[in-house]
């Protein structure tokens, strides 16, 4: 089982707890990963004094061994491509963390990177990866 926090960072005024949530329900519709993957919503961080909370911003998902990392960067990718305003994406697993920033597009070097995220054994240490 590996486990992958997803981050979102939308637009000014943008709501990243609906983005996460529409993500959610896109992995789950997704016939081939909808019964390997489980997701569930998080804060990245307690509120700051004053406030009263912060909405959800992690996505955790606990991915099952049977899951290609191919075809979740593929679902995760074609999900954030078919958004009006594709947010940055930030995957982290262990140490190892790959941010595909709002203008780049998902190509083949972008893919291969976060395939290797969820494929590839986690070792303390491990680099950060930015698409």
């Known amino acids: 089982m590996t486990d992958l926090d997803v981050r979102v960072t939308t637009?000014?005024?943008?709501?990243?707890?609906e983005e996460l949530r529409s993500l959610?329900?896109?992995?789950?519709?997704?016939e081939e990963l909808s019964r390997r993957?489980?997701?569930?919503?998080?804060?990245?961080?307690?509120?700051?004094?004053?406030e009263m909370g912060t909405g959800f911003d992690?996505?955790?998902?606990?991915?099952?061994?049977?899951?290609?990392?191919?075809?979740?960067a593929v679902s995760v990718l074609q999900w954030r491509d078919s958004r009006r305003r594709a947010p940055e994406l930030t995957l982290r697993s262990g140490e190892m963390e790959v941010r595909i920033p709002r203008g780049a597009v998902g190509d083949p070097e972008t893919l291969r990177r976060i395939a290797a995220l969820l494929d590839e054994p986690q070792e303390p240490g491990g680099d950060d990866r930015t698409a």
Do not use: K
Not at 11 to 17: S, V
Not at 24 to 30: N, Y
Not at 37 to 50: I, T
């Open 58 to 72: 992690l996505l955790q998902l606990a991915i099952g061994t049977a899951v290609s990392g191919g075809s979740l």
């Open 37 to 50: 993957v489980r997701g569930r919503l998080g804060a990245a961080r307690g509120p700051r004094p004053g």
């Open 11 to 17: 637009e000014p005024g943008g709501d990243a707890e």
């Open 24 to 30: 959610m329900r896109w992995l789950h519709d997704d």
